[in-house]
C-alpha cells in the first residue's frame, strides 16, 4: 500500500524536468521551422524557376513555328533587337492556271486553324529561274475552295487534305506548276507587358493589308536581355546585334528568350530567370 | 501495471507531424522536379523528331533507287519508304502532283514524317514532326552537237535521205546536220546534210560525254542489258510511252526491230532494213546503216575514240534520216533522270490528322 500510494503521487513534472522538456522541444521546435522555411524556399525557387522556364518554352514553341518558313531574301521586312516584321508563309502551292482574271493554285495539307485565321496579306511565286520569290501585295485577295477543275484540267493532283484556291490579281509570269505561296505579316516584339505590368513581354501582331492590326501578349515576363540578334548571309555563324543594312542578306535569326518569373522568392533580391539562346536558320532560300 | 499507461509523451506524435510534412515537401518537389523533367523531354523529343524528319527527306532524295529496290526509275504516281534511325525512324513519301508531260519535268512532293521512338515518357505521345520539299523529275542533261555526231568519221553513200539538225520538234536551236573530227571527216556526197551548218568539225574531247563511266562503270541504270536480257517484245514496244534505257555489251549487235529509247551499245552497230530508232543512240563502235531506216533524236557513234580505241568510220548507205528531235532525245533521257530539289519550297507546316 505504502509503495502504491507513492506512485500515485507522482502526477506531475519536476521543475527540472519541465525545464530539460521546455529546452529540447525549443531547439526541435527551432530546427523544424528552419527546416520548413528552407525548404518552402527551395520550393518556390524551384516552382519559379520552372515558371520562368515555362515562359522561354511557350515563347520558342511559337516564335519557332513562325519563323523557319520566312523566305530569306523577302521574308524580313524590319528589324531591331527588340521587334522583327516578317512575311509568314502558311500555304504553300503551285500555280495550275490563270483564268478570269485570277490565278488557280493547288496547295499542300495545312491545318485548318492556320489556313483559315485572318491575316492573309498577299502571295509570292518563284521564278523557276532564280529560285527566287517575287511577292504580290496591295492589293491582293483570296478566293478559298476555288479553281478545282482548272487543277484538274491540267493533271495536277490536289493532295487528301489539300485545298485549291484562287488569287488575285492574276498572276505574271509565272506557268503550270510555279511555286506559289500564300503569307501573313507578322510583327513579334519585345515591349511592356499589360499583363504582368513593370515587365517586358512578348507581343505578336497581325498586320492587315488596310493598316490596321491586331496585337496579343504572347507570354510575359521577360528579362531586359531578351532580344534578337542575326545571322548574315556569308559571314561567319557569330549572330549580330544589329540586323543587316541589306535585309536580304540576313539568314537566320538568334532568339534570346530569357524568361523570369513574376515574383521573387522571399529573401531574393531578384526575380528566378531561365536564360535560353537558340537561333532559327531560314530553310527557304535560293543561295 | 498502470505506470507504463500513464506516461503521455509527445514524441510520437510529433515525430509522425515531422514524417508528414517532410513527406508533403518531398512530394512537392519530386512532382515539380518530374514536371519539369518531362517538358524538358517533350521539347527534346520534338527537336529530334525534327531532325530525324529533315534526315529523311535529304536521304531519300539522294538514296531514292537504294532505298526502294525495284523502284521505277521515273517514279510513279506515290513511292514510299521508312528510313531507321538510331531513336527513331522518318516514313518517306514521293507523291506525284503532275507527271512528265512533253518537256515539262514531272512534279512531285517528298513528305518526311519524323518520329522519335525513345525518351518518351510514359503517357507522353512521340514526339512526331512532317516537313516537305517539292522535286522535279527532270531527265538527264544530254549534250547535242549534231543530228548525228561521229567521232570515227562518216560516210555517206548517195544523197537520198537526211543527216539533219534542224529540230524536228520545234523546241530547241538547230544544231549541225552532221559532225565529225577534221580526221577522218565527213566523206560522200553531202547533199543529205541540212543544219547549222550542215557539216561541222568536232573533237572528241568537245562531246561531253563520260563513256568510260557509262560503258565500264555502271553510270546509268540500264532498263535491259544484253546479253543477259532479251529484246523488248513487240507488246512492250506498242505502248508509245515505253522509253527503255538498253545496253548492249558485244562486238557488234544488228537492232532487231525499231523501237524507242536510248540504246546505248560498246561495239559496232548495224540498221539493216526499214528498222529504226526514237531516240538517243550511243555507239562505242561505228554504225553502218543499210536500207531505209533512220533515227529521230540524235545519234553519236564512235565513242570508244574516247577510250583511246581505233573504230572504224561509220557508213550511211541508201536512203537515210537521222533527225535530231529535242522531244525524242528529252523522252529517251528522263528515265536517266534525277530527282531535283526546289529550292525555297520548304514547309513544316504540313498536317497531320
Known amino acids: 500500500m505504502r509503495n502504491h500510494s507513492s506512485i500515485q503521487r507522482r502526477r506531475g513534472f519536476t521543475l527540472i524536468e519541465l525545464l530539460v522538456g521546455m529546452v529540447i522541444f525549443a531547439i526541435v521546435g527551432a530546427l523544424f521551422t528552419k527546416l520548413l522555411t528552407v525548404q518552402g524556399r527551395f520550393f518556390d525557387k524551384q516552382g519559379m524557376g520552372n515558371a520562368a522556364r515555362n515562359v522561354s518554352r511557350a515563347s520558342l514553341n511559337r516564335v519557332v513555328s513562325d519563323f523557319r518558313m520566312i523566305e530569306a531574301t523577302g521574308g524580313v521586312l524590319a528589324a531591331s533587337p527588340t521587334s522583327i516584321t516578317i512575311r509568314v508563309p502558311f500555304a504553300l502551292g503551285v500555280v495550275c492556271g490563270t483564268n478570269n482574271n485570277s490565278t488557280a493554285v493547288s496547295l499542300l495539307p495545312v491545318d485548318s486553324v492556320m489556313y483559315d485565321a485572318d491575316g492573309f496579306y498577299g502571295y509570292a511565286w518563284r521564278s523557276a529561274t532564280t529560285g527566287a520569290y517575287t511577292y504580290v501585295e496591295n492589293p491582293a485577295a483570296q478566293q478559298k475552295n476555288m479553281g478545282q477543275n482548272l487543277c484538274n484540267s491540267v493533271n495536277i493532283t490536289t493532295l487528301t487534305n489539300g485545298r485549291t484556291t484562287r488569287i488575285t490579281p492574276m498572276m505574271t509570269g509565272s506557268s503550270l506548276g510555279t511555286p506559289v505561296f500564300l503569307y501573313r505579316r507578322l510583327r513579334y516584339e519585345f515591349k511592356a507587358s499589360t499583363a504582368v505590368v513593370g515587365k517586358t513581354g512578348l507581343y505578336r501582331t497581325i498586320m492587315f493589308p488596310d493598316g490596321s492590326e491586331r496585337s496579343e501578349e504572347l507570354v510575359a515576363p521577360f528579362a531586359s536581355t531578351a532580344k534578337y540578334r542575326f545571322f548574315v548571309v556569308g559571314d561567319n555563324t557569330t549572330a549580330h546585334d544589329a540586323p543587316p543594312a541589306d535585309l536580304t542578306q540576313m539568314r537566320g535569326i538568334e532568339l534570346h528568350l530569357d524568361g523570369i518569373s513574376e515574383t521573387m522568392v522571399p529573401g531574393s533580391t531578384s526575380a528566378e530567370s531561365a536564360p535560353f539562346t537558340t537561333a532559327v536558320f531560314f530553310k527557304n532560300r535560293a543561295n | ?353
Open chain 2, 1 to 353: 501495471m498502470a505506470y507504463p499507461t500513464e506516461r503521455r509523451g509527445f514524441a510520437l506524435p510529433t515525430a509522425m507531424l515531422v514524417i508528414l510534412v517532410m513527406t508533403i515537401l518531398i512530394a512537392g518537389g519530386f512532382s515539380l522536379v518530374s514536371a519539369e523533367r518531362r517538358s524538358v523531354a517533350d521539347q527534346r523529343s520534338q527537336i529530334s523528331a525534327f531532325q530525324i524528319a529533315q534526315q529523311g527527306l535529304e536521304i531519300f532524295l539522294i538514296r531514292r533507287d537504294s532505298l526502294i529496290p525495284n523502284a521505277p526509275m521515273v517514279p510513279g504516281a506515290k513511292d514510299s519508304v521508312r528510313i531507321n534511325f538510331t531513336g527513331g525512324y522518318a516514313d518517306v513519301s514521293l507523291t506525284r502532283l503532275r507527271p512528265v508531260m512533253g518537256t515539262m519535268s514531272g512534279l512531285y512532293v517528298v513528305r518526311s514524317k519524323g518520329v522519335e521512338t525513345v525518351g518518351a515518357y510514359a503517357g507522353s505521345p512521340q514526339g512526331v514532326r512532317t516537313v516537305a520539299q517539292y522535286v522535279l523529275w527532270e531527265p538527264a542533261p544530254m549534250q547535242v552537237l549534231a543530228g548525228w555526231t561521229a567521232l570515227s568519221g562518216l560516210d555517206k553513200n548517195g544523197n537520198a535521205g537526211t543527216l539533219g539538225g534542224f529540230d524536228a520538234c520545234g523546241d530547241s536551236a538547230a544544231v549541225a546536220g552532221v559532225a565529225v573530227p577534221v580526221n577522218p571527216g565527213y566523206t560522200g556526197k553531202t547533199a543529205a546534210a541540212t543544219g547549222d551548218p550542215p557539216v561541222d568539225t568536232v573533237t572528241a574531247a568537245e562531246v561531253a560525254i563520260d563513256w568510260n563511266a557509262i560503258i565500264n562503270q555502271g553510270a546509268i541504270k540500264a532498263t535491259i542489258t544484253i546479253p543477259g536480257g532479251s529484246w523488248p517484245s513487240d507488246a512492250q514496244w506498242a505502248d508509245t510511252t515505253f522509253y527503255p534505257i538498253i545496253i548492249v555489251k558485244q562486238p557488234d549487235f544488228a537492232l532487231p526491230t525499231s523501237g524507242r529509247g536510248m540504246l546505248i551499245t560498246s561495239g559496232h552497230l548495224t540498221l539493216n532494213g526499214s528498222v529504226g530508232w526514237k531516240g538517243v543512240l550511243l555507239v562505242g563502235g561505228d554504225i553502218v546503216s543499210n536500207g531505209n531506216n533512220g533515227v529521230a533524236g540524235a545519234t553519236i557513234s564512235g565513242l570508244n575514240v574516247k577510250l583511246g580505241t581505233y573504230v572504224p568510220a561509220s557508213t550511211a548507205n541508201g536512203t537515210k534520216t537521222y533527225q535530231y528531235n529535242s522531244c525524242e532525245v528529252s523522252k529517251a533521257t528522263t528515265p536517266a533522270g534525277a530527282l531535283v530539289t526546289l529550292r525555297n519550297t520548304w514547309v513544316d507546316n504540313w498536317v497531320e490528322y
